[in-house]
């Protein structure tokens, strides 16, 4: 991979443009000319952050943002209360988690909004045959102060919860509690008597109504082990080997052969950052597809977390930092993009993301493990490292950096900044903002700053697939017009620092899919002992042509594309021919092709029309497997489709 011209030509055209806002902002030539000849990172900070304009913005008064709202809590509980009287318990639940997030809550975490959105989505979640999340929801409901004359609804429904689970002690217990409250209730002698009768005759039915657990977590999204690791590569197998040269940097090969379908890495990431549209159903912690049920802030209606644990660890970290505040430069840059300037949105993806870099650790952490998190000196290239060492050796291409995106990178470091002093990240929290900046607010300044350049050339789109419908589906198998479709969609971005080691190719021979914020690699191809190992930046052979792949490349990531798809200009999909041409040579240890009836390499010769007739039949046999894969699959037969479907792939690539 070279650097590309056309980029270089887009440096000059943004120098020339950027030349006229400069001066509007630093008001003289010679400012400007200072900010130019600025010998670093933090020079330029301290330009920015004591300039007139910015010191302005930064004086702004605070903004609170996403409150608690008791008009949007009961709205959203009244819709919710509709669909549950219709039967609708995935829907009533929707709008119940959302009363959930938008209802007020005291110094004691309580509020009667909070406590009746919490029970109400305990009923849906009982309906809905989630027995353990019901009585979670039953417990939040208690400790959120639910009225007292209707807590023996709650505890009816604990009977019923913990006899279906067979934990009849409990049952009993609830049971007892039912008694005690129903006497608080304000019904009359008939119903108290019936709702007790009815509640003990079900406990002493015992094992007779216990159900079988349902499982909550699909088994097919746990996350894989590997089944060895390589500890210069955390993240990955001992099939990946870190190579390096001078003229193209760190790269990946296969230590040995590889065949397809082989998982090659599992990694978490060093830090990840949700979309901020797709809060409603992710949990912003780990993202969790969490659409039915969800743990709000405590203070804000922001996010959304999937659990307690979830919950606790951003509100001890990052979201403490944040929480009701408003994002000054996220919303210029949402402006910006309204108004058609495109080269907004990539500043706008990693400006929270490197805030949740440094706000994830404290200022002390980052003070005790300064060698760890700046520039690593690349003295041993062939060992990667984990976490936030990682990220300090992945490149940021700092010298070719163009004026404008420098600028954009300051300013959202400057605001952020700014947020942390507010927030109290430094200790106390400083409320005047002061031309001259501490130590400590130089070097996470600076932090913030190298992380921006660094995440636009290492940063990895977080997907999920969207849920299928039973509308798309006839007899267990999805309709013929939706195999196609692509029901993949970005939900965030992460930083790997193994997985930012594999170079591009647009014919690449691994996929990756994500579990939450983790990503797993596994071989879309069958990789030869020595190969490179490579991954896809987004540009595909099959479906984009090579001039506009190339464009994208080269506007994106700084380099013109140099693989085999791009030199041998592979066809997209809808020119290839319906018949292989060419075909392996079946011999052993030979990699030859065969474009008539004998190998070019051995000279070996093979039945072309027999070879033919099963790349047919296992063609037409994966796409009647394809019909199995969808969100209403019994696991177990998943699995088994699962497994033909790599076998046949696996054939396929050995025969043509």
């Known amino acids: 991979m070279v650097q590309s011209q056309s980029f270089l030509g887009m440096l000059e055209k943004a120098d020339a443009l950027f030349e006229a806002k400069m001066m509007k902002l630093f008001g003289s030539p010679e400012e400007v000319k200072m900010f130019k000849e600025a010998k670093g990172i933090p020079d330029r900070i301290a330009m920015v952050w004591k300039n007139k304009l910015t010191q302005e913005l930064l004086k702004m008064n605070e903004v609170i943002v996403d409150e608690k709202s008791e008009g949007e809590t009961r709205r959203n509980r009244d819709i919710g209360n509709k669909h549950f009287q219709a039967g609708k318990w995935e829907k009533a639940a929707e709008y119940f988690s959302l009363a959930v997030c938008f209802a007020p809550q005291n110094e004691r975490k309580q509020g009667r909004d909070l406590s009746l959105a919490f029970a109400n989505r305990s009923?849906?979640?009982?309906h809905l045959g989630r027995l353990e999340d019901s009585l979670e929801d039953i417990e939040f409901a208690l400790a959120s102060g639910y009225p007292a004359e209707?807590?023996?609804k709650v505890y009816e429904r604990q009977v019923y919860c913990y006899t279906k689970l067979g934990m009849l002690d409990q049952a009993k217990s609830a049971g007892q509690l039912l008694e005690q409250h129903l006497s608080a209730s304000k019904l009359d002698d008939g119903k108290r008597s019936k709702i007790r009768s009815e509640a003990f005759e079900y406990i002493n039915q015992g094992e007779s109504v216990v159900e079988p657990r349902r499982e909550l977590s699909s088994p097919w999204m746990e996350v894989p082990t590997l089944s060895s690791s390589n500890p210069d590569l955390p993240g990955f197998s001992d099939a990946v080997s870190?190579?390096?040269e001078a003229s193209r940097g760190r790269f990946c090969v296969a230590s040995r052969d590889i065949n397809v379908g082989e998982i090659l890495g599992v990694e978490e990431p060093v830090t990840s950052c949700l979309y901020y549209e797709r809060r409603d159903v992710y949990c912003d912690n780990c993202f969790k597809y969490i659409p039915l049920r969800q743990l709000p802030c405590d203070f804000c209606s922001a996010l959304r977390f999937c659990s307690t644990q979830c919950k606790k660890s951003a509100m001890e970290t990052y979201h403490q930092h944040e929480c009701g505040r408003e994002d000054v430069f996220a919303s210029v840059l949402g402006k910006m993009l309204q108004e058609g300037k495109r080269n907004a949105d990539s500043t706008k993806k990693f400006h929270r993301l490197a805030f949740k870099t440094v706000t994830q650790k404290s200022l002390a952490w980052f003070v005790g493990n300064r060698g760890k998190v700046e520039n690593i000196d690349s003295k041993s290239r062939l060992v990667q490292r984990s976490g936030y060492e990682g990220l300090a050796s992945l490149v940021g291409h700092h010298q070719l950096m163009p004026l404008?995106?420098?600028?954009?990178?300051?300013?959202?470091?400057v605001f952020h900044l700014r947020n942390l002093q507010l927030s109290g990240y430094f200790g106390s929290r400083k409320v005047k903002v002061y031309e001259k900046l501490t130590a400590d607010e130089m070097y996470i300044a600076e932090l913030l700053y190298t992380c921006l350049e660094k995440m636009q050339f290492n940063t990895h789109a977080v997907v999920s697939g969207l849920p299928d419908s039973e509308q798309d589906l006839i007899d267990g198998q999805l309709q013929k017009e939706l195999l196609y479709e692509n029901k993949v969609r970005c939900i965030g971005h992460a930083l790997y620092p193994s997985l930012a080691m594999l170079n591009h190719s647009c014919y690449n021979n691994v996929y990756k899919y994500n579990l939450g914020n983790t990503v797993v690699i596994l071989a879309s191809q069958r990789i030869q002992a020595g190969e490179e190992v490579t991954e896809n930046y987004f540009p595909v052979v099959q479906v984009m042509p090579r001039p506009d792949r190339r464009s994208w490349l080269a506007e994106s990531y700084w380099f013109d594309c140099s693989c085999r798809g791009?030199?041998?200009n592979y066809p997209v999909m809808m020119k290839i021919q319906s018949t292989p041409t060419n075909l392996r040579c079946q011999r052993s240890g030979c990699?030859?092709?065969?474009?008539?009836?004998?190998?070019?390499?051995?000279?070996?010769?093979?039945d072309r029309e027999a070879v033919l007739q099963e790349v047919e039949k296992l063609w037409n046999s994966l796409q009647q497997d394809k019909k199995y894969l969808h969100s209403y699959t019994e696991y177990n037969k998943l699995k088994t489709v699962a497994e033909s479907v790599r076998k046949k792939c696996s054939r396929l690539m050995k025969i043509v």
């Open 123 to 126: 009923a849906s979640m009982y």
């Open 150 to 152: 209707l807590r023996y």
């Open 242 to 244: 870190l190579k390096y």
């Open 404 to 413: 404008p995106r420098i600028f954009a990178f300051l300013m959202s470091s």
């Open 566 to 568: 791009c030199v041998e």
């Open 591 to 606: 990699n030859g092709l065969v474009t008539e009836l004998q190998c070019k390499v051995c000279t070996s010769r093979i």
